[in-house]
């Protein structure tokens, strides 16, 4: 259980409840109270309360905290896994980039998080509506909880861009005849610079630190515009396609990169593990509990279709496998470099014995991060060997559910072990109290030296790249390799690289720094690179895995997911659907 200071949730449901329209432009947040009679200030702080509870209001079919289907599926990092391919088939399709029919009826997974992330601008602007009423004087926080409003309702918008590109901006003090009138087809740099806005206001309006954890700061806006302004600077022309990178749009990535006051996990490990949420390396998380008087608690089950199947300690449904690709990504050469242009040509751990466990092969060597992020047959899973003393916690070849179709290695980080206090399982499925964090510290290094290398301050970035591989270096102090630790060997970038060799260090730093944790399809995309690199991993993979032999991505059309139809339909065809859908 959580024993920090945290947004209570509990006091929202007398304010507001869930709406059961069938249409985000219809929802607002429902309840006995409307904005005229709710205006005081210990009612404006129950409905700030309630838009912090909307951004993690989220479910395994309709993700607003996790991008394990949208960013790690959709990669060349995971497979969907499960029982076979027809198991949530949406899943499948979007694996499979076949998805091309916009009002495609078993697409229920991206309309769900579009109306999901509108639902939580509702409450975002519900609560402005009623905030801009009290007068200043009565209301002493009233700045504050504005601009922590504000930057909730970027948060918001940032992610439904990176999903859907086109994507209607909506602010308070609308009604529903105005939110109507409002396109979705906006110049992509105004959009960008519409968001910013909001952004932009926290970080005039907020404290460095708040004294609640969970609460928005102006660290947190700093880094949110750092990653904003970053995706800005790769313009992209109507079909998806990189065509500018935006020189002075860099230096804004690396000056509110400098504003960001933090430091990095002393092991790589603790950014995963209950116990260490809200902390140093954290910059913005969506914040849960257990144990908080409510009926099943504040916990998480957006990953609860992931755990380990076969173990009779987890539960169910064997989602989000590693792909042989992201396994082969952590193979070091005798520097310790990362095999940047050769690392997939061969296999890692690919013979199972009758164990049901597989060993490295002689003189491969292995960056640790991938016992953090990968559960191998014969390997500890979670840090553990045991757990309550009986059962077994190496993992194994039968945690996997459709081994024959998916293969064998697990997903790590977003699991804990079946005895945290931080675990919970309704039925078979398996939810906890960790927080998931948006942005953490080494994501901002490495928004910064992605931004230095590109403006030609090589010698800079890849000093800070070193700086993440050397606290991957040290992360080797869990129980993570079986007794085998000679096999890690993390190696520094040395001094010298040409920009274009460094630009592919950062490249492959992000990918393994993040490996499954939902950023490598965006990452993709800004680059665009999106098409070389997933249709390459395609040309290899589908040799591996005979479900991806018709795979294929699509440039131009699936950088990007669907507008969903019903939402067209709803605006009389104001809204305009993407490229190729």
Same mark, same amino acid.
């Given at each position: 259980?959580?024993?920090?200071?945290?947004?209570?949730?509990?006091?929202?449901?007398?304010?507001?409840?869930?709406?059961?329209?069938?249409?985000?432009?219809?929802?607002?947040?429902?309840?006995?109270?409307?904005?005229?009679?709710?205006?005081?200030?210990?009612?404006?702080?129950?409905?700030?309360?309630?838009?912090?509870?909307?951004?993690?209001?989220?479910?395994?079919?309709?993700?607003?905290?996790?991008?394990?289907?949208?960013?790690?599926?959709?990669?060349?990092?995971?497979?969907?896994?499960?029982?076979?391919?027809?198991?949530?088939?949406?899943?499948?399709?979007?694996?499979?980039?076949?998805?091309?029919?916009?009002?495609?009826?078993?697409?229920?997974?991206?309309?769900?998080?579009?109306?999901?992330?509108?639902?939580?601008?509702?409450?975002?602007?519900?609560?402005?509506?009623?905030?801009?009423?009290?007068?200043?004087?009565?209301?002493?926080?009233?700045?504050?909880?504005?601009?922590?409003?504000?930057?909730?309702?970027?948060?918001?918008?940032?992610?439904?861009?990176?999903?859907?590109?086109?994507?209607?901006?909506?602010?308070?003090?609308?009604?529903?005849?105005?939110?109507?009138?409002?396109?979705?087809?906006?110049?992509?740099?105004?959009?960008?610079?519409?968001?910013?806005?909001?952004? *932009?206001?926290?970080?005039? &309006?907020?404290?460095?630190?708040? +004294?609640? =954890?969970?609460?928005?700061?102006?660290? $947190?806006? #700093?880094?949110?515009?750092?990653?904003?302004?970053?995706?800005?600077?790769?313009?992209?022309?109507?079909?998806?396609?990189?065509?500018?990178?935006?020189?002075?749009?860099?230096?804004?990535?690396?000056?509110?990169?400098?504003?960001?006051?933090?430091?990095?996990?002393?092991?790589?490990?603790?950014?995963?593990?209950?116990?260490?949420?809200?902390?140093?390396?954290?910059?913005?998380?969506?914040?849960?509990?257990?144990?908080?008087?409510?009926?099943?608690?504040?916990?998480?089950?957006?990953?609860?279709?992931?755990?380990?199947?076969?173990?009779?300690?987890?539960?169910?449904?064997?989602?989000?496998?590693?792909?042989?690709?992201?396994?082969?990504?952590?193979?070091?050469?005798?520097?310790?470099?990362? *095999?940047?242009?050769?690392? &997939?040509?061969?296999?890692?751990? +690919?013979? =199972?014995?009758?164990?049901?466990?597989? $060993?490295? #092969?002689?003189?491969?060597?292995?960056?640790?991060?991938?016992?953090?992020?990968?559960?191998?047959?014969?390997?500890?899973?979670?840090?553990?060997?045991?757990?309550?003393?009986?059962?077994?916690?190496?993992?194994?070849?039968?945690?996997?559910?459709?081994?024959?179709?998916?293969?064998?290695?697990?997903?790590?980080?977003?699991?804990?072990?079946?005895?945290?206090?931080?675990?919970?399982?309704?039925?078979?499925?398996?939810?906890?109290?960790?927080?998931?964090?948006?942005?953490?510290?080494?994501?901002?290094?490495?928004?910064?030296?992605?931004?230095?290398?590109?403006?030609?301050?090589?010698?800079?970035?890849?000093?800070?790249?070193?700086?993440?591989?050397?606290?991957?270096?040290?992360?080797?102090?869990?129980?993570?390799?079986?007794?085998?630790?000679?096999?890690?060997?993390?190696?520094?970038?040395?001094?010298?690289?040409?920009?274009?060799?460094?630009?592919?260090?950062?490249?492959?730093?992000?990918?393994?720094?993040?490996?499954?944790?939902?950023?490598?399809?965006?990452?993709?995309?800004?680059?665009?690179?999106?098409?070389?690199?997933?249709?390459?991993?395609?040309?290899?993979?589908?040799?591996?895995?005979?479900?991806?032999?018709?795979?294929?991505?699509?440039?131009?059309?699936?950088?990007?997911?669907?507008?969903?139809?019903?939402?067209?339909?709803?605006?009389?065809?104001?809204?305009?659907?993407?490229?190729?859908?």
């Amino acid at each position: 259980m959580k024993n920090i200071k945290i947004i209570t949730i509990g006091i929202l449901v007398t304010f507001l409840v869930a709406a059961c329209s069938e249409d985000f432009l219809e929802y607002e947040p429902e309840g006995v109270l409307s904005n005229e009679n709710v205006a005081t200030a210990e009612n404006a702080e129950a409905l700030v309360v309630a838009a912090y509870a909307g951004i993690a209001n989220d479910d395994m079919v309709g993700p607003l905290t996790s991008m394990w289907v949208y960013g790690s599926v959709r990669s060349d990092d995971a497979y969907k896994g499960g029982g076979g391919r027809g198991d949530v088939d949406i899943i499948d399709r979007y694996e499979q980039y076949n998805l091309t029919i916009a009002d495609d009826p078993s697409d229920f997974m991206g309309p769900r998080t579009w109306t999901n992330y509108y639902k939580a601008i509702s409450r975002a602007n519900f609560a402005l509506d009623v905030i801009n009423s009290i007068p200043d004087a009565e209301y002493p926080d009233k700045a504050l909880r504005q601009a922590e409003l504000r930057f909730l309702r970027a948060h918001s918008h940032f992610i439904l861009k990176t999903l859907f590109k086109k994507i209607p901006y909506i602010t308070e003090g609308l009604s529903q005849e105005e939110i109507l009138q409002i396109s979705n087809d906006v110049d992509n740099d105004d959009l960008w610079n519409t968001i910013a806005e909001d952004f *932009l206001f926290a970080y005039d &309006n907020l404290p460095q630190a708040q +004294d609640q =954890v969970g609460r928005a700061d102006r660290n $947190a806006a #700093a880094a949110y515009l750092a990653k904003l302004r970053l995706y800005q600077a790769y313009e992209q022309s109507p079909t998806h396609q990189v065509t500018n990178i935006n020189a002075a749009r860099l230096q804004e990535v690396i000056d509110y990169a400098n504003e960001v006051t933090s430091s990095l996990e002393p092991d790589y490990g603790n950014n995963f593990l209950d116990g260490f949420d809200n902390g140093q390396e954290s910059i913005w998380a969506a914040q849960f509990s257990i144990n908080d008087g409510t009926i099943v608690s504040r916990v998480s089950f957006v990953t609860g279709l992931n755990s380990p199947h076969g173990t009779g300690l987890y539960g169910c449904c064997g989602f989000h496998l590693a792909s042989h690709n992201m396994v082969n990504a952590f193979k070091t050469d005798a520097s310790g470099l990362p *095999l940047l242009d050769t690392f &997939n040509n061969t296999n890692i751990y +690919d013979v =199972v014995d009758d164990n049901g466990e597989t $060993a490295l #092969a002689p003189g491969i060597t292995l960056d640790p991060r991938i016992d953090h992020t990968v559960g191998i047959p014969g390997r500890p899973f979670k840090y553990r060997n045991t757990v309550n003393t009986t059962g077994d916690m190496i993992y194994n070849f039968a945690w996997a559910r459709d081994p024959g179709v998916y293969g064998y290695f697990g997903n790590m980080k977003e699991q804990q072990s079946p005895d945290c206090s931080c675990y919970v399982k309704e039925g078979p499925f398996v939810g906890t109290s960790k927080n998931i964090d948006f942005i953490r510290y080494a994501d901002v290094l490495l928004f910064k030296a992605e931004a230095m290398i590109q403006l030609g301050q090589v010698s800079a970035g890849v000093d800070i790249i070193n700086q993440i591989r050397a606290r991957a270096a040290a992360s080797t102090q869990r129980q993570i390799d079986a007794g085998a630790s000679n096999v890690y060997n993390v190696g520094m970038y040395p001094s010298g690289m040409s920009q274009p060799d460094a630009f592919k260090a950062l490249m492959f730093e992000r990918r393994l720094e993040f490996g499954m944790e939902g950023q490598r399809f965006f990452d993709l995309v800004r680059w665009g690179m999106a098409e070389q690199v997933l249709n390459g991993y395609l040309e290899v993979e589908r040799t591996r895995k005979d479900f991806l032999s018709n795979a294929q991505f699509t440039a131009g059309r699936d950088e990007y997911y669907p507008i969903p139809q019903r939402e067209i339909d709803f605006t009389g065809g104001l809204y305009l659907q993407n490229p190729g859908y």
